[in-house]
């Protein structure tokens, strides 16, 4: 099993920056893509920005330019960095990471994040 502990969200003005982390802990054989999804209400959750072990990554095109998602595999953490935020991000964001041999999908708890107009 693998428990994902995330931080970061909350309240910010339309333009401003907000970073989102997220820390893996538990069986950590093998972890492998780790990413960002968002869920706003009356939407489906959607894949926000991806990155690979070896880092390769993968943004959605709403925020390309503006998101930055990074790893640190030695702490088993992937962060995002936020900025131009639009009150269209505004969203439960979630952590989402592949791991073990099976390649099993594991997820946050989620954190709100509010972007005010």
């Known amino acids: 099993q693998v428990q994902l502990v995330e931080s970061g969200g909350g309240l910010v003005q339309a333009g401003g920056s907000l970073s989102l982390s997220c820390a893996a802990s538990?069986?950590?054989?093998?972890?492998?893509?780790m990413g960002w999804y968002r869920q706003a209400p009356g939407k489906q959750r959607e894949l926000v920005a991806s990155?690979?072990?070896?880092?390769?990554?993968i943004y959605a095109d709403s925020v390309r330019g503006r998101f930055a998602v990074s790893r640190d595999n030695a702490k088993n953490t992937v962060y995002l960095s936020m900025a131009s935020l639009k009150s269209e991000d505004t969203a439960v964001y979630y952590c989402?990471?592949?791991?073990?041999?099976?390649?099993?999908?594991?997820w946050g708890q989620g954190t709100q994040v509010t972007v005010s107009s």
């Open positions: 989402n990471v592949y791991a073990g041999t099976l390649n099993r999908a594991y």
């Open positions: 538990g069986s950590l054989f093998r972890i492998n893509t």
């Open positions: 990155i690979s072990r070896t880092g390769t990554t």
